[in-house]
């Protein structure tokens, strides 16, 4: 062999020698405690400044905040940033997505603020808090829990029959939401993927699939959101899931969930015997009883249910939020139509 050609192999030798991680490697454990203070005592001022925030803008009145609707949080936004405090930044990043120019919207304006502030609250009294609420509220302020570590959980397994899948974009980034629910445990499971525009998404999956899988859930009072453990097999199979039997029983279940967890964002349900209807210029769902919820979907979206469903009962997929529903899919005969 050539002495040029060995020296370059040997070079190149050394350099993949360097590039293995080293198995003797010794963690700072001085250093990692240190950043971890340095970082709590970060979000604890962003908290601090947060509170004083939230109480001089009520004690002001809210009545100006429509004339710098995109503007009036930007500064506590880039604190809570500033304070490595994300989950709080996104929370407040969210109002303004509240319309200020329709009737009712001191009421969201209100009822997002008070949230916030009892989010606060629970981070600065999460020693007193149960540990699974704990974890949730730490994960809501900010605080994220690595996959290894959801995955490194015993998983549930069973049949889930996937509900829906809704992908938005946001700045070429692209956000999944898989809506699962299992034939045996009864249980409802959320599985967030993020992609880049130009990814495919990992799952190749549709609404109506039965998958056998194992789910790792992420720590909850109200366990939802979940990552697949292991293989996921689709099966040759269907179920139909169980249902809420009208609107009364859909309030008394999130009543139930919200007493437990009063952060639950996103509140899954299956109501059957349902119709949609049209009046006054909004679309609310109607249940046997002639009880009526605001939908939250869009006027195409609206359309298009009422076209599959031809004004005839029907079961649904949603979610409740806000005080009002959103339909992501529709059952009639067993058949399952996607909405999203």
């Known amino acids: 062999m050539a002495p040029h050609v060995e020296e370059w192999i040997n070079k190149r030798s050394a350099k993949q020698e360097e590039k293995r991680p080293k198995e003797d490697a010794v963690v700072d454990e001085k250093a990692q405690q240190k950043r971890l203070e340095a970082r709590t005592k970060k979000v604890d001022s962003g908290i601090e400044e947060l509170r004083l925030w939230i109480k001089d803008l009520v004690r002001s009145g809210i009545m100006h905040i429509p004339q710098n609707a995109y503007d009036f949080n930007k500064n506590i936004v880039a604190r809570m940033v500033d304070a490595q405090a994300g989950g709080l930044a996104n929370n407040l990043k969210r109002l303004n997505n509240i319309n200020f120019y329709k009737e009712g919207w001191q009421k969201a304006l209100i ?24 974890q949730e509220v730490r994960s809501l302020v900010g605080w994220n829990i690595s996959k290894e570590e959801i995955l490194a959980n015993t998983g549930i397994t069973d049949d889930w029959c996937v509900l829906s899948i809704d992908t938005t974009e946001d700045n070429n980034l692209k956000t999944e939401k898989i809506w699962l629910y299992g034939e045996k445990t009864k249980c409802y499971a959320l599985i967030i993927n ?9 799952n190749n999956l549709i609404p109506g699939d039965v998958v056998h899988a194992a789910l790792a859930f992420y720590p909850s009072p109200t ?10 097999r689709k099966e040759n199979v269907q179920f139909f899931p169980e249902t809420q ?23 899954p349900f299956l109501l059957s015997s349902v119709k949609l209807v049209f009046e006054k210029e909004t679309w609310f769902l109607v249940d046997s009883d002639q009880k009526l919820i605001l939908l939250s979907n869009s006027e195409d979206e609206c359309w298009l249910i009422l076209s599959i469903t031809k004004g005839n009962s029907f079961v649904c997929f949603g979610i409740y939020q806000n005080e009002q529903i959103n339909l992501a899919s529709v059952f009639i005969n067993d058949k399952h139509y996607p909405i999203k």
């Open 194 to 202: 993020f992609y880049t525009t130009i990814q495919a998404n990992a």
């Open 111 to 134: 009822k997002s603020l008070s949230k916030t502030y009892l989010l606060t609250e629970a981070y600065k009294n999460q020693q007193l808090l149960p540990e699974d609420l704990k």
């Open 223 to 232: 366990p939802l959101r979940a990552l697949f453990k292991g293989e996921v």
């Open 245 to 267: 039997s009208n609107i009364a029983d859909l309030f008394r279940h999130v009543s139930a969930l919200l007493a437990i967890n009063p952060f639950a964002e996103e509140i």
